[in-house]
């Protein structure tokens, strides 16, 4: 499932940042670590380690944020194709049932659940899912326009996969 593989897509990146952190902090005076930016030729090792600690507590931030944008983003392109093949049905059946071409257009078409504000209407989830989906949209919404990423979103990578599934499986009818 391509929800599941943005999951995955972030997951190795925050592993490849573990990985280039502890590097840094195995040698931080290591010209590779003055060559990107995140120390400065002179710079003590404390204040390398400093530095060092700062940067990467910022880009381990910034992945979970990127990681919600991503599956969010992910999540709403499957909902509406998905929807939109729902609502093709709905019309077949609208069309096999009146010879009137406009009550076609009662049907409303994907386009109309653009955002995860309309999804969630749609969707009519139970409390405590429609709390969950509503962090992922305030996650989501925080960062595309401009809240600091050097904060921790309000929900978790892993929370944000869960209940984008349910939404969908509760599309689906599979809930």
Not at 61 to 88: C, N, P, W, Y
């Amino acid at each position: 499932m391509e929800l599941s593989s943005a999951f995955e897509r972030a997951r190795a990146l925050a592993l490849i940042i573990e990985r280039a952190r502890q590097t840094a902090f195995s040698n931080p005076l290591h010209q590779f670590n003055i060559d990107i930016g995140i120390v400065d030729v002179g710079d003590s090792k404390s204040e390398a380690m400093e530095k060092i600690n700062d940067t990467f507590s910022d880009l381990s931030a910034l992945i979970k944020h990127v990681s919600i944008l991503h599956m969010a983003a992910t999540f709403e392109d499957l909902f509406k194709k998905r929807l939109s093949s729902q609502i093709g049905d709905v019309r077949k059946g609208v069309r096999a049932q009146s010879r009137e071409a406009w009550r076609e257009n009662l049907v409303r078409s994907a386009e109309s659940f653009d955002g995860l504000r309309e999804i969630e209407e749609l969707l009519s989830l139970p409390p405590g899912d429609s709390k969950q989906f509503k962090f992922v949209r305030d996650a989501r919404n925080a960062f595309a326009h401009g809240a600091s990423f050097k904060d921790d979103p309000i929900i978790s990578e892993l929370s944000t996969l869960d209940i984008l599934r349910k939404a969908l499986d509760r599309l689906t009818g599979n809930d």
